[in-house]
């Protein structure tokens, strides 16, 4: 989907068993920025594989845990950590929220983002679509189909 690199996050890919290596190695000394969207250990390793002055952007908690980050990872190397709440921005931010969502769809009328097609399952199959989130078998969106 056009990613200069993947990293498998549910894989250790270096020595002390962390992806924050492969993340310094694939971005040359440090990620710029981390959009996490997981939480839990990973958000620590996204810190912790940011270059000097890089932004670690918390999106959510989709593992479940909400993590407790080192202040001196934050402090010692300059990098930021921000909260990205898009529900209460656009909440607070109508119109703004329908021009981002504007060239965002026209975006993807032009070809120039390709979103993944959504997973549809038929609502009888609910049990099995529910277990494929945790178990992280989903890429994009799943919905349940009533027909």
Known sequence: RGAHAVVDSSAPLDDAGTIRGRIRDITG???DVVVDPVGGPLAEEGLRALREGGRLMVVGFASGDIP???ANQVLLRNRNVLGVDWGAWAMANGAENAQVLDEVLAAVRDGRLSPVEPAVH?????GPALRDLPERRVVGKACLESR
């Not at 038929?122 to 609910?126: E, N, T």
């Open 29 to 31: 000394g440090g990620a």
């Open 68 to 70: 407790s980050l080192p």
């Open 122 to 126: 038929p609502l009888a199959d609910v």
